[in-house]
């Protein structure tokens, strides 16, 4: 607070938050500080009640800009993150006023970097992103021999994000809305002395991630590094994830909702790399050392598993699969080492070490075709470089005096126009627009807070038109949401994460599209091609993604609610690799799950239908022929139906 004129005794006031109205100040002043100049907040005694010196509060350069709009766990919440002093309560505290806002409004805790020590179990429920500074500046440790973490018996977590929570305040039983709980670029580390302790709990329902994250524990022991154990999780997308030591790496339970896994990195587990009983995991590119079986998988559970290599230290270690109890099994390209078999399928064993392609169910067609997935080529997905040298971020809202009638698109196309190349739409900034904003020139990054853009209730236009030439850098977007249409017509790259427009809308010949987690529905125009990792369109009427004529690769899907949820036309190609396609409402007897016309497709999924099942699960048209497979065609396991491998081709 700096005054503009002397404050003698008896007059002035000095007014913390407002004054007396809702938004009045609610805590505590510990202390008040008069200077003869405005200080900057660091200089303030932080909320810690540790007895500090030398420990400066100053924010250091990180991924995000000053003008984020996020909050900093060192600067506003008084943790010191010198491994030495207890953080506990400083996370506590950020997580308790951060979580949950509701109207949904999303914030980010910015923990930057410093090892930050913690003594007893932290949690939040949901709508809040977790950024660190990167996963070998930021580290989030367990206090060695911790009360509460001694006993495998009565394990504990570190770390619960979503679910936990979630029930402690509801007294619901179940977790179908907890959505939204991102973590990103740091370090989890379990200490020693703490055999019980589970590293991360972890619970998002629709859309969440946890990427770029290092789970560890500081002398192998404890119960899990990465739990999926509450009820119904995911779907969700883990990507960038590597886990040292445990008795199980990844834990998961329960039949519902899927969960994606990319780019995963297991070592020094005792007894599972992964475990899974029920669900629906869609996993490429895992790599597992050690001496304990790689995947483990029944209960009525899907595991789709490519591009793998699982290395056992010593020989004779036994089966690097094991598939029991009625699950689905779908492996592709897996090297093995050290393990005998490479897959064990009940009584069958499947020896490596090379295993080129092998499914544990029965194929189904309903015209001649391969009973192989048709593999198609894999992109690797680009992304902003978020931990690399720092972004030179635009704040949309410096170009605020473009806004005209409330309408927003022309400032941020005047932000476009400025020659940026990296716009920032900062936290619960949600700005309207009338009309289509048209990225070009030097934009190549567009990136949220789990900001939205949204479309004025007058204009029923696309938000985003995107043109441009392949000859361009890709267009990057991430956590910035549309709330409309994004139109696809130029051949310029897109690439979408964490976000997302309402439908996606790509006409033919435009560029191609790679995305990571979004909830949009799709167009596809011929000759395009789509890469989708951990795509959630949820529909009551329109179908979830339609090819026409396009290339479409997807690494898990979960849909939602009574609609054909995958059209294939016009001699498109598509391969859907694990999913979970969910009619939880009425279905009308003639509506297909699934349709493909004069197309190439291949597809790996499992249903649950909790009021009607559709009727039709595949029209397959070829040569103006029409056949039909029904649900009663389909493998049924417990309260599922599999889906092992459909194929079809002209």
Request: charged share 25%; no cysteine.
């Amino acid at each position: 607070i700096e005054l503009s004129r002397p404050l003698r005794f008896g007059q002035g006031k000095l007014i913390l938050g407002g004054g007396d109205n809702e938004r009045r100040f609610r805590g505590a002043v510990g202390g008040v500080s008069l200077s003869p100049r405005a200080k900057p907040p660091w200089e303030f005694l932080r909320a810690t009640p540790h007895e500090l010196r030398d420990v400066s509060f100053a924010p250091a350069p990180g991924p995000l800009p000053e003008f984020g709009g996020h909050a900093d766990l060192r600067l506003r919440y008084g943790a010191v993150g010198d491994g030495v002093h207890d953080d506990t309560a400083a996370l506590r505290r950020a997580f308790e006023e951060l979580q949950d806002r509701v109207p949904i409004a999303y914030e980010t805790l910015y923990i930057p970097e410093g090892e930050y020590l913690i003594s007893e179990p932290l949690s939040w429920t949901r709508f809040l992103v977790v950024q660190g500074a990167g996963r070998e500046r930021t580290v989030l440790r367990l206090a060695d021999r911790s009360s509460g973490f001694g006993d495998p018996e009565e394990p504990e977590a570190m770390l619960y994000a979503g679910w936990g929570q979630w029930r402690e305040r509801t007294g619901k039983g179940n977790a179908g809305n907890v959505m939204g709980n991102y973590l990103f670029d740091l370090t989890i580390d379990t200490g020693t002395g703490n055999p019980g302790a589970v590293a991360l709990s972890f619970h998002s329902n629709n859309h969440g991630t946890i990427e770029n994250v290092a789970i560890r524990s500081g002398d192998g022991s404890g119960y899990r590094g990465l739990d999926f154990s509450t009820n119904w999780p995911g779907p969700t997308l883990i990507k960038n994830v590597a886990i040292d030591g445990f008795d199980t790496g990844i834990y998961v339970r329960a039949g519902e909702y899927s969960l994606v896994f990319e780019n995963i990195r297991l070592r020094n587990q005792r007894l599972a790399g992964i475990e899974n009983h029920g669900n629906i995991l869609s996993i490429r590119n895992l790599r597992s050392q050690g001496t304990a079986t790689a995947v483990k998988t029944g209960g009525w559970g899907m595991v789709t598993l490519l591009d793998s290599e699982l290395i056992a230290d010593g020989r004779n270690a036994g089966a690097a699969i094991e598939l029991t109890n009625d699950g689905a099994l779908l492996v592709r390209d897996l090297t093995t080492s050290g393990y005998h078999p490479a897959i064990r399928d009940g009584d069958r064993n499947v020896d490596g070490p090379q295993v080129d392609e092998y499914l544990a169910g029965q194929p189904l067609s309903l015209f001649e075709a391969p009973a192989r997935t048709m593999r198609l080529p894999v992109e690797e997905t680009p992304a902003i470089p978020l931990t690399a040298e720092p972004v030179e971020w635009v704040d949309v809202r410096d170009f605020a005096d473009h806004v005209e009638n409330g309408d927003w698109a022309p400032a941020i196309q005047a932000a476009i126009e400025s020659g940026a190349e990296a716009l920032f739409f900062p936290a619960n900034f949600n700005p309207q627009v009338r009309s289509a904003v048209e990225p070009r020139g030097s934009l190549r990054y567009m990136m949220g807070m789990k900001s939205t853009i949204r479309r004025h209730r007058d204009y029923d236009g696309p938000i985003l038109r995107l043109t441009g030439s392949e000859r361009e850098p890709p267009l990057i977007m991430e956590r910035l949401g549309l709330e409309g249409d994004l139109e696809h017509v130029g051949t310029r790259r897109l690439v979408l994460r964490h976000s997302g427009p309402g439908t996606y809308r790509g006409h033919d010949g435009a560029g191609d599209v790679l995305a990571e987690n979004v909830m949009n529905y799709w167009r596809i125009g011929k000759g395009q091609r789509l890469w989708g990792r951990q795509l959630n369109p949820e529909s009551h009427e329109v179908s979830e993604v339609v090819n026409r004529g396009g290339t479409v690769w997807i690494l898990g899907l979960k849909t939602e609610y009574a609609t054909t949820f995958v059209q294939n036309l016009d001699g498109g190609r598509l391969e859907l690799l694990g999913g979970f396609l969910y009619p939880v409402t009425r279905v009308p007897p003639e509506m297909p799950m699934i349709l493909n016309q004069d197309s190439t497709m291949n597809v790996t999924f499992s249903t649950s239908a909790y009021t009607q099942d559709h009727r039709i699960y595949f029209s397959d048209t070829q040569h103006g022929e029409t056949r039909t497979l029904l649900n009663r065609d389909i493998d049924s396991k417990g309260p599922r139906r599999q889906v092992h491998l459909f194929t079809s081709e002209p």
